[in-house]
């Protein structure tokens, strides 16, 4: 492939590559679903500090998942990651999309404060009751975990660490490997991503809650699938971004409490 190695290889979308793909997502599926009803049952009946049960669980679940996708495509992993260290932008490109997903985080998340704002606004003169919170359960949650000292470093490897691969391997490239039409892989891509973090605030939140924060997740989603596109189909480059994105917004969280 000469010069151009660190590109997408012709065969990006074998009967093989599609399989795994395929074996990717039903493996996260299988893992965030029967595995982590199993394991939060027993971790119910052995009993303790909640919110440590809640952390280690979710980073015991994330270790299953990397250990999977590794397990599946750890060829095509290792190749894709020579073939970042070649590509002559990849620094460039890391930086760009982490302020791509920065600003359009931020821009989106004053969006919606905005329209929160104005709704809770309206139903306090109208009714006397807040309707919109768009802090979803998922943020909550890591934010509670963050200011207790025994999840933090928990916290720190599941988010930081773990969460960024795990995500990145699944919605961006177990998709893209999956669905053949572009366009339809960028809508499932950033769909999915958005709900699998706001699904823990269903019933809790109202419609307009829910469509805020689904928003605000899918933009997030559809940058960093962006990002993913823009750098050749290449996993690490939008696992650096989430990852550094992630990191730095703990670190804020961190410099509040």
């Known amino acids: 492939m000469g010069n151009n190695d660190y590109l997408i290889e012709k065969n990006e979308y074998s009967v093989e590559q599609t399989l795994r793909g395929l074996y990717t997502i039903v493996a996260y599926f299988i893992i965030t679903t029967i595995v982590e009803y199993i394991l939060g049952h027993i971790f119910i009946k052995i009993g303790g500090d909640l919110t440590f049960l809640s952390s280690l669980l979710n980073f ?3 270790v299953l998942m990397a250990t999977s996708i590794i397990l599946i495509n750890r060829h095509e992993l290792k190749h894709e990651f020579l073939r970042m260290r070649k590509m002559p932008d990849h620094v460039s490109k890391i930086v760009i999309g982490f302020l791509a997903l920065y600003f359009s985080s931020a821009l989106i998340s004053n969006f919606a404060s905005m329209i929160e704002y104005g709704a809770n606004y309206w139903s306090l003169l109208k009714d006397g009751k807040l309707i919109a919170d768009t802090t979803s359960a998922n943020q909550s949650t890591i934010v509670s975990m ?7 470093l928990l916290m720190f490897l599941s988010a930081f660490l773990l ?4 995500e990145e391997a699944v919605f961006r490239r ?11 892989a960028f809508i499932l ?3 999915l991503f958005a709900f699998i973090h706001i699904i823990s605030s269903f019933g809790d939140y109202s419609f307009l809650s829910i469509l805020l924060m689904f928003i605000e997740y899918f933009v997030s989603g559809f940058v960093l699938t962006l990002i993913y596109v823009n750098a050749h189909k290449n996993i690490w480059v939008s696992t650096i971004v989430h990852a550094a994105y992630n990191g730095i917004s ?3 969280i961190l410099s509040l409490s």
Not at 146 to 152: G, H
Not at 174 to 184: C, D, L, R, T
């Open 250 to 252: 703990m670190l804020f």
């Open 146 to 152: 963050l200011n207790n000292r025994k999840t933090v």
């Open 189 to 191: 891509s950033s769909s």
């Open 163 to 166: 969460g960024p691969f795990v």
């Open 174 to 184: 177990a998709i893209f490997k999956v669905i053949k039409k572009e366009e339809i």
């Open 60 to 62: 015991i679940l994330y």
